[in-house]
């Protein structure tokens, strides 16, 4: 019928253009999501430094001032073990926070798709149109790994080793020191940037295959639209035929009628 062509149409127009919108939509929630995590991380790497100093400086007067070459490896090492006290903990708190901004993202587009096919099955002939699955955590896997900057803590120069053992022998340790609260700063800045990079990217992938989802159905959709949109249209030109087939044959018959009464 003309109403149901007319359905098919639209419901094909519509697919499209959803197919065209939907790459802007998701983009859009993906630099929102990213400059959420981006400030989230300034925040959280400056209240880091602040929590991180005394916590070190309390760690390094329990140090015994051994060897110089000796006691710049237990100050680095202390360093690393901080940082990873501070960082790993806030890695699953990021993780936990983007599975839940995920969530409801993929909850929006994909509770989206699934009215616009729950619109276009009640369309005869579209009843075994699957629904979407929501995902309720980020399909792509973490590849976080903590830097460690093993050339720093294990410093293979010959004359690193010659100054560390003279300042331990004039009993000035100071300047181990500093460089290890530096070191510190360089950890927490550089690994809390790394956890805010993963996070995101693991967001960005599992964006990308809730999009190719999507649009994968969508274009289902527009495929099983055309192919019934053309079994409509022949329907309805053999019907016209048809149709006229039968006047042509009236017409025949009034014409002999009309002759033999003649």
């Given amino acids: 019928s003309e109403r ?7 419901t094909v127009a519509d697919a499209e253009l959803s ?3 939907l790459g802007y939509l998701l983009n859009g929630e993906q630099q929102r999501l990213s400059a959420i995590m981006g400030r989230r991380r300034d925040e959280f790497w400056k209240q880091a430094l602040k929590e991180s100093e005394p916590l070190f400086a309390e760690r390094l007067r329990s140090l015994p001032k051994i060897f110089g070459p000796h006691y710049r490896h237990r100050v680095m090492d202390v360093a690393d073990e901080i940082a990873k006290e501070i960082v790993m903990p806030w890695l699953l708190s990021e993780q936990a926070f983007a ?3 995920y969530r409801k993202t993929t909850e929006r587009f994909v509770g989206l798709a699934n009215e616009f096919l729950q619109r276009v099955s009640q369309i005869g002939g579209f009843a075994n149109l699957e629904q ?3 995902e309720n955590h980020l399909a792509a896997k ?3 790994q903590f830097e460690d900057f093993i050339w ?4 293979a120069s010959p004359l690193r080793y010659g100054t560390d053992a003279l300042l331990s022998l004039i009993r000035l340790l100071s300047p181990i020191q500093r460089q290890g609260f530096e070191f510190l700063d360089r950890l927490l800045e550089t690994n809390t940037s790394r ?3 993963d996070v995101e990217e693991r967001v960005r992938e599992s964006r ?5 989802r999507i649009r994968a159905v969508l274009r289902d959709v527009v495929g099983i639209s055309e192919r019934a949109l053309g079994k409509a249209r022949t329907a309805r030109e053999r019907g016209a035929h048809a149709t006229e087939t039968e006047l042509n044959a009236l017409r025949t018959a009034e014409q002999l009628v009309e002759e033999l009464v003649g």
């Fill in 152 to 155: 720093i803590t294990r410093p």
């Fill in 142 to 144: 973490s590849s976080f």
């Fill in 4 to 10: 149901r062509i007319s359905a098919l149409q639209k």
């Fill in 195 to 197: 956890v805010q990079h």
């Fill in 99 to 101: 599975e839940e901004a």
């Fill in 208 to 212: 990308r295959r809730l999009e190719n």
């Fill in 19 to 21: 197919l065209n919108d």
């Fill in 132 to 134: 979407l699955e929501y």
